[in-house]
């Protein structure tokens, strides 16, 4: 069977992630930038996989900087023509291609209101790119793949690399020096387990909590449009709310747990899960079940994270005779108003 895009594009995460790990360029000038302003708030805009980037974003600046973080509803622009009020503001549209109308729309409408617009985009002449004042390249390359996986990696990757350098965090730098190696070492991690465990259930859960919300919000997405399997991303906090009702012995449930605060929370509900007869794979932990490396900085564990869960997908979704690189009904580009 050939290698699908998919396979190939994973396989290139460590190489592409590479340059923006290593600091300098674009990263430092816009943090630098960044850091001369104040700002009274920030507007995250971005959908699908790029809206996932926007929740870890929401948490770097939030937990580094101390700014409060506001997601974008791009369709008080395009569908009720409001203009939101966000002068002094920073905007920051994330979009690997740059070119769905919405993203579009929204930004310019954020800069015509007074705010500082930053596109974090793969397509540097998308016109996302064009709208903004500042631009943050995540070089990754050409994407053939429908299914998004190296460029969420350096989005997450553009993202940490310009907190740590806008928040002065020392730590969170050092550690993402080190992450194309962790990375690599990330593509041998086999969780065949989890996903061989998926075949017979009508739905499935994915759950973990603060930096690593993005993640599991992101692995879902992933389950439901590889292998058609409707998947629900929770917050661990939430899933312990309403959505528990649904959860039983047929819905396997995938935890992640970053080494960081609100891990002992995730303990918990692995813990209280497990009791209730779920069948739950977790990573990460004392009662971790899958392959995992030694907890590195919590703030980057997470982006490893994907790289493991991708693979596996992308196998399970060939041994299912599925195509990986064109799940049916999607486009690489989805335009939305």
């Not at 930004?107 to 540097?124: E, K, S």
């Not at 389950?223 to 899933?239: I, V």
Request: proline fraction near 7%; aromatic fraction near 4%; charge should be neutral.
């Amino acid at each position: 069977m050939p290698v699908s895009f998919m396979a190939r594009e994973i396989a290139a995460v460590p190489n592409v992630a590479a340059s923006l790990c290593a600091g300098g360029g674009d990263v430092e000038q816009i943090a630098a930038a960044l850091s001369k302003r104040s700002f009274p708030f920030v507007v995250l805009c971005g959908r699908g996989s790029s809206g996932h980037v926007g929740v870890y974003l929401r948490y770097l600046i939030e937990t580094r900087l101390g700014l409060a973080v506001s997601a974008s509803a791009p369709s008080v622009v395009t569908g009720y023509d409001r203009a939101p009020q966000v002068a002094g503001a920073l905007f920051i549209v994330i979009s690997q291609s740059g070119r769905s109308p919405d993203l579009i729309a929204a930004t310019q409408a954020a800069r015509a209101g007074g705010a500082l617009t930053l596109a974090i985009v793969n397509d540097v002449a998308s016109p996302a790119a064009h709208a903004a004042e500042l631009v943050l390249p995540i070089a990754a390359g050409p994407e053939q793949a429908v299914a998004a996986t190296k460029t969420v990696v350096n989005s997450l990757v553009a993202s940490a690399a310009l907190v740590a350098r806008w928040s002065a965090d020392r730590a969170l730098a050092g550690s993402l020096a080190a992450l194309p190696a962790r990375l690599a070492q990330a593509l041998a991690l086999d969780w065949s387990a989890w996903t061989a465990d998926l075949a017979e259930t009508p739905a499935t859960f994915v759950t973990g909590r603060g930096h690593g919300l993005g993640t599991v919000r992101e692995i879902a997405l992933k389950l439901s449009e590889t292998l058609h399997l409707p998947a629900l991303g929770y917050s661990a906090a939430e899933l312990r709310h309403g959505p528990r009702a649904s959860v039983s012995s047929a819905t396997p449930v995938l935890a992640l747990r970053q080494a960081d605060p609100v891990a002992e929370g995730i303990d918990h509900l692995v813990q209280d899960l497990r009791r209730g007869g779920i069948r739950v794979h977790s990573c990460g932990g004392p009662a971790g079940t899958l392959p995992w490396l030694p907890d590195g900085h919590p703030a980057c564990d997470p982006i490893v994270m994907l790289v493991p869960a991708y693979c596996a997908i992308e196998r399970e979704a060939r041994r299912r005779g599925l195509d990986p690189d064109a799940p049916a009904g999607l486009t690489k580009v989805t335009e939305t108003l």
